[in-house]
C-alpha cells in the first residue's frame, strides 16, 4: 500500500504546535518562509471551489500578483496554461499545495543557478 505523505498537514500542525509552545522566541527565516508559503497558497486557493486547491483562475491570480516579475518578462500567453498542465500531476485541472510547492521550488533552483 502506498501512502502519500501530507507534508502540508505536517507543517500545519508544526506552527500550530509552534505557536501554542514556543519552541523560541522567534521563528527562523526558512520558519518564516515555509509560514508565507502556506499562508500564499491558501489566500488564493478555495474561492471558486476546493479551499485545499487552486483552479486555473486562482493560480492565474496567484502568479499575476505574488509572481510578478517572472511573469512580466514572459511573452507566451499561454503561459499558465502551460504551467498548469506541467504542475497538475494527477490530471484534476486543479493545483494542490504539493503541486504549488514543485514550482515555487523549481523557480527557486532557477533564481539561485541564474543570479
Not at 489566500?43 to 511573469?71: A, C, P, V
Request: net charge negative; aromatic share 12%; with cysteine.
Amino acid at each position: 500500500m502506498c501512502v502519500r505523505f501530507n507534508y502540508h498537514y505536517l507543517l500545519t500542525i508544526l506552527f500550530w504546535l509552534n505557536r501554542v509552545v514556543p519552541l523560541h522566541n522567534m521563528p527562523t527565516q526558512l520558519e518564516n518562509a515555509m509560514d508565507t508559503l502556506i499562508k500564499i497558497f491558501h489566500h488564493y486557493s478555495g474561492k471558486e471551489g476546493d479551499k485545499y486547491k487552486l483552479n486555473k483562475g486562482e493560480l492565474k491570480q496567484l502568479l499575476t500578483s505574488e509572481l510578478t516579475d517572472f511573469l512580466s518578462c514572459q511573452k507566451d500567453p499561454q503561459l499558465v496554461d502551460k504551467i498548469m498542465k506541467d504542475l497538475d500531476t494527477n490530471k484534476n485541472n486543479e493545483v494542490d499545495f504539493n503541486e504549488f510547492v514543485i514550482l515555487v521550488a523549481a523557480l527557486t533552483v532557477a533564481c539561485n543557478d541564474f543570479f
